[in-house]
């Protein structure tokens, strides 16, 4: 099982990016999948779900109003839209997806499984 992020950079403060995690070896169509991230010398931060219908999303205080996630169970690919970008959003992005199929989302780095490598996201000031 792969999960492949990309679509993280550089980019000014105020401007956007679309993060994309593409999954393979499994579908992931029954399942919540989220997106972490990590700044330097901090610890990993959860930053929003979606359930495995698209019903139910769940963002991090820090970001709500500014991204937003979506699904594609088509392409077993999950995005993060991110705008209005700070610059204490700088970190490295991972996706996440549990093994387990459920109707909900999860907000805790034990409740996933699968971890994609990580892309950067520098937002200069």
């Known amino acids: 099982v792969q999960l492949q992020a990309s679509g993280g950079g550089l980019v000014q403060a105020g401007g956007s990016l679309r993060l994309s995690c593409a999954a393979s070896?499994?579908?992931?169509?029954?399942?919540?999948m989220g997106w972490f991230r990590q700044a330097p010398g901090k610890e990993r931060e959860f930053v929003a779900s979606i359930s495995w219908r698209s019903i139910v999303t769940s963002y991090a205080d820090s970001v709500k109003g500014r991204f937003t996630i979506s699904r594609d169970n088509a392409k077993n690919t999950v995005y993060l839209q991110m705008n209005s970008l700070k610059p204490e959003d700088t970190a490295v992005y991972y996706c996440?997806?549990?093994?387990?199929?459920?109707?909900?989302?999860?907000?805790?780095?034990?409740?996933?499984?699968?971890w994609g490598q990580g892309t950067e996201v520098t937002v200069s000031s």
């Open positions: 070896g499994r579908t992931f169509s029954r399942s919540a």
């Open positions: 996440a997806a549990p093994r387990q199929a459920s109707s909900g989302v999860y907000t805790q780095e034990y409740d996933y499984d699968y």
